[in-house]
Structure formats: structure tokens, C-alpha cells
């Protein structure tokens, strides 16, 4: 009597076992799927909603320093933080006219700095800034919103880009 309990329990147990064994073999065989790395999500708007400029950087680095450019979707340059490695110094450049230097107000965030911009440069307004303040830093950081705006000109509203910091890295 036992013996007839027993073999319908042992049936089980074996039929059990060889399905955990069918599929062990087959998670084997299954591919294993590669990690994809993503980039983080581009800003498209300021924190007060108002839209970013369309367009890119462009980084570049030679022996004689660093540049990063923001180029509008129409292909005319808008902004250019810029290092020459023999003075380290960083240049910041604003397409743009104004008559006379200007105070222009950069915001990022809760940060914020002051610079004067002068007429002339490639763009059209220059200034040569301080590598070391902590808002040239924050243009690294790609989910950041740099807004850019002056006296007599419409605001200038950026993504940050990680590629800045080689161009801070090059006047270092």
C-alpha cells in the first residue's frame, strides 16, 4: 500500500525535476541582454516655461586651447565660451550689438553673475570672465538651463553642455 503512495509522489518529483532542468537549460541558452547607455533628457525650456534657443554645441579643442559654440538651428552663432591656453584666459561672447559695454545678468538656476560685455569679439559682444567662478562650471551640466540676458537685448536661453569642461579644463 505504501509502495502504491509512494509512486505516484516519485512520478511527481521526477517530472518536477526534469522541468526545472528544461528550463535551466534554456535560460542558459537565452541571450542576455547588453545594458544600452542613455543620455539624460535635454532641457526644452527655461523654469519659467519660456522656450530654449534651437540649436547645439560645438566643442573643439586644438593645441592653442578650447572652445565651446552654441550654433542656432540657422546656423548663426550665438554664444562662444572660449580659453586660449598660452594667457588662460576665458573669453565669453554673445551675438549681439550694443553701443557702449553693458551689464549682462547669466542665470543658472539659483546662481547667478554679472558681466560686463563690451562691444566687439566675434559675435559681437566680449568679455573676459573669471574661469574660476562657479557659474562657468554649471555651463557643464547638461541638465542645465543657462539664461543669458542684457540691457537692449532679447534673453538668450542655452542648454548646458558636458563638453564646456574641457574648455574650462584647458585654461586650468
Do not use: K
Amino acid at each position: 500500500m505504501r509502495l502504491r503512495l509512494a509512486l505516484p509522489t516519485a512520478c511527481a518529483l521526477l517530472a518536477l525535476a526534469a522541468c526545472s532542468q528544461q528550463s535551466d537549460d534554456q535560460a542558459a541558452a537565452a541571450p542576455t541582454p547588453t545594458p544600452a547607455l542613455t543620455t539624460q533628457a535635454l532641457p526644452t525650456a527655461a523654469a519659467d516655461g519660456s522656450p530654449l534657443a534651437l540649436g547645439e554645441w560645438l566643442i573643439e579643442e586644438t593645441a592653442a586651447g578650447a572652445r565651446a559654440t552654441f550654433r542656432e538651428q540657422g546656423g548663426a552663432n550665438a554664444l562662444v565660451l572660449a580659453c586660449d591656453r598660452a594667457s588662460r584666459a576665458l573669453t565669453l561672447s554673445r551675438a549681439g550689438t550694443y553701443p557702449e559695454p553693458g551689464r549682462f545678468r547669466i542665470a543658472i538656476g539659483a546662481q547667478l553673475a554679472d558681466v560686463m560685455l563690451a562691444p566687439g569679439g566675434e559675435l559681437g559682444l566680449t568679455a573676459q570672465v573669471d574661469r574660476a567662478q562657479p557659474i562657468f562650471a554649471a555651463f557643464a551640466d547638461p541638465s542645465a538651463v543657462i539664461v543669458m540676458s542684457g540691457p537692449g537685448a532679447q534673453a538668450l536661453r542655452v542648454p548646458g553642455h558636458p563638453g564646456i569642461s574641457r574648455v574650462l579644463a584647458a585654461c586650468g
